[in-house]
């Protein structure tokens, strides 16, 4: 017998470093807040210098402006290019945040009031406000949703909500008694074994509220409001009815409270992640508006500067 | 290209595999791997031996010196042969044995000779590591559009949610291939070969390797691969063949069966210990400092002992299904809470569950991997403290299998505790060391920077003791019970930080040639969920009975790949997996039409999986692409990453 064994030493080490998430965030965010606090001090002393020299601070302070545009822009690129070794996304978005709440500050100082004056200035103003808004909202959703999705306790994939519409559509279309399913189609209520699924109940209710709540699409009141108190009344309805229906049919009331617990689960999580998405999409049209009004605000300015 | 979208975790879109235990065992274990559309004729099972072979066979060493009668009549010694082993010719050059290959058998020279080669054999691996590209505007921008064009590209399989295989529509997935990725020029010196319908990888210019780093040359009658394949750990060498060869090849099944012989047996445990023991002793931290004639002493006595089953695979995907309790109580137990600490226990290869009593139940407190030890906190306490014995703390539970070296607390008292550096100790360990010890220690075990702060220490006991750790507790079940802790690199997300977006996805996409190598799916415990991506195990059960050795492991990296050109699509390791994580894919050109295999004729299959990005620097892209810090990847061969990660660690 020849040495052939195993090379592997006993102790193998972590392909990673270890740190801990949370205390390298609160270092990073600490950090970043100093740096943007400092960085807007010293905006608004040379600003005010400028200002005090009877110069035209408003020039110094656009230009800030308009650099930071383009670093905000510029994380749009980033996602764009994973093969390019530019940083970790998350350091960008970091970075992102920062400079937008800078410039938000330095706009304070550029425009000494909410919505500036002038044909070209007031849109201007309102694409910015719109930018940082959305920001701000995105800020907001980006970390309150994924608790409510995780919350959810089941994970669905965005572009296949419609999917699982169907799918669960055709599960409860199986499951439901033959009975009432016939009831159903031919309204021919002769032929329901009444002893046997209480259809006089359980039929009504399916026709007139769990069929028509599966089979709809979800409005667009309750994409941007999703309110959950329609599936809600629902279940409640279907338990009170309960105690009109033999014992053994119990458990078909129970599968119909599961069905419309999981569509109502399901249209949430819809409203959620298309929230998200529509979001991003809305800040980065903003963004490419703002872009090209900020490039006609400079090349305007510049024009009349001399006047 | 991205056809990989699949709806939810419980919606795999992996190839079917069997789901009860018995047929797993059966399609994941040598020599009756399971078939597949396309496979290669050459990649047949092989009948087995006949009764003229097995009877050739018991004339030579070592069978001629077996008891038939230390076999049971279920199992004789001529069915052990004729079931458990094969015989297989090599031509000069054939790769044998490549270093760093799992072993799942040993072979035994019957006629011609193998030579030996420890170091690293350039070649002998499918593909020889691909250095990382330069980075060009013209990359980046055919990264960027093979993105768009993924997007835009209508899949070819109608939809993501077809991939479910629940609406009926084929399971197989279709991924663009470039023709230099499917059929690479060959290397210089390697070539992929039929010998006897089996493929074979040969080396051309063998010779001039051998006289390079040849380092022992094996005749008939010699065993080799025998330890690889009992611990299922590397192979510390490559073995060709050195002229026209004849071996016998041993499944570790009928390896295990054979040890039923006490000669036999008794020959292995003298191999293993004569050149292997003392080295795995000195891996260890508590031992390495300690000189020849000690760690010789600490040799004679330590025990080997294996719990469980090396097939853990097999019983997973039942076990998975139970709570935890059933769980711990359906493991085996190595050591009991509450008894005599009467050896420190060394973990050479597998899992442990640390458990303790939680009122009619247990708990998971931990669990442990190679190289960590069991009972040594109870030992040093006897020692250090005096006073009345303290017995385990917790119990220890084989999970699948488990490894240990057994070093009796005596010889640890004479030859191991008198000598040992007090860095070399656990940090829960550090306060039982008496303060007088410790001052006086400082200098002769070379304190300085590296004491231990005993704060911490206590701390963290504390943390354990008054179930501070109930919530990575849970989670640490969780990560048991689904044997997550074979992963080296896990992709976990945080489903509180996961906005959906998606961008890990695109980012992997796009280092792909537009396919992305996992779904954002997976096994979920509360707000952490462990994605369908390769954890590139510590123990890699998908390289087991790869026909070619396309799924490998690099020298000096974790990582396990998949060598597109040498894969032939068997299917063996997809199957193999017991997380699913690894696709079979049709390989398509840009076209759409299918890759050819110019031999066969038939369409093309591959095994698809993570690649932790390595063609692009090793590191990987969904991590780099993630912006709000919700994916990592992380190893959980042990729990402290884990712990540190979800901050629970001071």
Redesign the interface.
């Known amino acids: 017998m020849t040495p052939t064994g195993p090379a592997a030493p006993i102790s193998t080490p972590a392909l990673t470093p270890v740190t801990t998430l949370a205390s390298r965030r609160r270092h990073r965010r600490s950090i970043a807040l100093a740096v943007t606090l400092v960085a807007f001090w010293v905006t608004a002393t040379l600003n005010h210098r400028i200002s005090s020299n009877l110069g035209r601070p408003a020039f110094f302070t656009g230009w800030i402006l308009a650099v930071g545009l383009l670093l905000l822009v510029a994380l749009g690129l980033r996602r764009r290019l994973p093969l390019a070794r530019l940083g970790s996304m998350s350091l960008w978005l970091q970075v992102h945040l920062y400079v937008g709440i800078f410039m938000a500050a330095v706009y304070s100082l550029h425009v000494p009031r909410l919505i500036a004056d002038g044909f070209l200035g007031r849109p201007l103003s309102i694409t910015f406000l719109a930018v940082m808004v959305s920001g701000f909202y995105g800020l907001f959703v980006s970390r309150r949703y994924p608790r409510r999705l995780a919350a959810l306790g089941q994970d669905y994939r965005c572009g296949d909500f419609a999917w699982y519409r169907r799918q669960l559509v055709e599960q409860a279309e199986r499951a439901i008694p033959a009975e009432l399913g016939n009831n159903a189609q031919h309204n021919d209520a002769q032929n329901v074994d009444t002893q046997h699924v209480d259809a006089d109940v359980l039929g009504p209710m399916l026709q007139q509220r769990v069929r028509p709540f599966l089979a709809a699409s979800p409005s667009w009141s309750f994409w941007l409001w999703p309110r959950r108190d329609r599936a809600r009344r629902m279940m409640d309805s279907i338990r009170d009815s309960m105690r009109y229906l033999a014992p053994e049919n119990h458990v078909v009331a129970e599968t119909w409270i599961s069905w419309i617990r999981q569509r109502d689960r399901l249209d949430y999580a819809w409203s959620l992640q298309t929230r998200l998405r529509a979001w991003v999409i809305v800040h980065a049209i903003a963004s490419v508006l703002l872009i090209a009004q900020v490039i006609v605000h400079i090349l305007n300015v510049y024009r009349y500067a001399g006047s | 290209m991205n056809h990989r ?5 419980q919606h795999s879109m992996r190839p079917p595999v069997p789901d009860d235990a018995a047929s797993f065992t059966a399609a994941t274990t040598f020599p009756n791997a399971p078939r597949f559309p396309n496979a290669t004729p050459h990649d047949e099972p092989r009948p087995t031996l006949s009764d003229a072979e097995i009877a050739y066979l018991r004339t030579r060493r070592p069978f001629r010196d077996l008891d038939p009668k230390a076999f049971p009549r279920a199992q004789p010694l001529d069915a052990i042969l004729r079931e458990q082993t094969r015989l297989l010719r090599y031509l000069p050059g054939d790769v044998i ?1 490549r ?2 290959d799992y ?1 799942q058998s040993a072979f035994l020279v019957l006629a011609g000779s193998v030579d ?1 080669v420890r170091h690293h054999v350039a070649g002998s691996e499918p593909t020889a590591a691909k250095p990382a590209e330069p ?1 060009t505007l013209r ?2 921008l055919a ?2 559009f093979s ?1 768009v064009r993924s997007n835009a590209a209508p899949p070819s399989n109608p ?3 077809s991939n479910a295989g ?1 609406s009926g529509h084929s399971d197989t997935l279709t991924e663009y291939r470039s023709a230099e990725a499917v059929f690479p020029p060959r290397q210089g010196s390697q070539r992929l070969h039929h010998v006897d319908g089996r493929a074979a990888i040969r080396l051309q210019d063998f010779d001039a390797i051998i006289d390079a780093h040849g380092q ?1 040359r ?1 005749g008939p009658g ?7 394949a009992m ?1 299922r ?5 490559t ?1 060709l063949a050195n002229v026209e060869s004849s071996v016998l090849e041993i499944s570790w099944r009928g390896l295990r069966s054979l040890r039923r012989d006490p000669g036999f047996s008794e ?2 445990d003298q ?2 210990r004569h ?2 023991l003392q080295l ?1 002793l000195r ?3 508590l031992l390495r400092h300690l000189d020849d004639a000690a760690i010789a002493a600490v040799a004679a006595r330590t025990q080997l002992r294996s719990h469980g089953r090396l097939e853990w695979y097999a019983d997973f995907r039942r076990s998975r299904k139970q709570t935890p309790a059933q769980q711990i109580e359906s493991e085996p137990l190595v050591a009991s809470e509450g008894a005599y600490p009467s050896e420190l226990l ?4 597998g899992f442990g569950r640390m458990c303790v009593q939680h009122g009619s139940s247990s708990r998971t407190v931990a669990y442990l ?3 960590h030890l069991f009972g040594i906190d109870e030992i040093l306490q006897n020692y250090f403290a005096g006073g009345p014995q303290v017995p385990l703390q917790s119990t220890l539970r084989a999970v699948g299998m488990l490894d240990v070296l057994a070093i009796p607390v005596e010889v640890l008292v004479e030859h191991v505790l008198p000598r040992v550096r007090r860095q070399d100790l656990p940090a829960t360990a550090q306060h039982w060391i008496p303060e007088r010890d410790r001052r006086s220690g400082r200098k002769r075990w070379g304190g300085q920077d590296r004491r231990v702060d005993s704060k911490k220490a206590k701390r963290q006991e504390s943390r354990v003791q008054d179930g501070d750790r109930l919530v990575s507790s849970d989670a640490m079940e969780f990560v048991v019970g689904q044997r997550l802790m074979n992963g ?2 896990a992709m976990v997300i945080d ?9 890990c996805v ?2 992997c996409a ?2 792909h040639d537009g396919n992305p190598r996992f779904s ?2 997976g096994p ?1 415990h ?2 952490l ?1 462990f994605a369908s991506a390769c954890m ?1 195990c ?1 123990d890699p059960v998908c390289m087991i009975g790869c026909p070619t050795g396309a799924i490998h492991r690099q020298p000096d990296q ?1 990582l396990v790949l998949i060598d597109e050109a040498t894969c032939i699509g068997c299917g063996t390791c997809a199957a193999a997996c017991p997380y699913g994580n690894i696709d079979m894919v049709a390989v398509v050109d840009a076209s759409g039409a299918a890759h050819v295999d110019p031999e066969s004729g038939k369409a093309m299959q591959k095994a698809t999986k993570c690649d932790h990005c390595h063609e ?2 090793g ?1 990987a ?1 969904c ?8 994916l ?4 959980l ?2 729990s ?2 884990l712990d ?4 629970l ?1 001071t």
Request: aromatic share 6%; glycine share 8%; charged share 20%.
């Open positions: 979208s699949a709806p939810a975790a044995v270093k760093g072993g030996l980075l990359r980046l990264g960027y993105r939809s993501p949610s629940l022992a094996l010699e065993l080799f691969g025998e330890v690889a611990y750990s590397p192979h510390a060498t073995v020959q292995l191999h293993y050149h292997w795995h891996e260890t931290p060394v973990v050479r290869s991997g190679a190289g080296r690199s489903l509180h930080r996961c906005t959906r977006c998606d961008d695109q980012a796009t280092m954002r799916t979920t509360h707000h969920q590139h510590i974790p692009h620097g590191k892209a991590v780099a692409a993630c912006p709000h810090d919700a990592v990847r992380l190893d061969t042990h402290r990453p540190a990660w979800l901050g660690e």
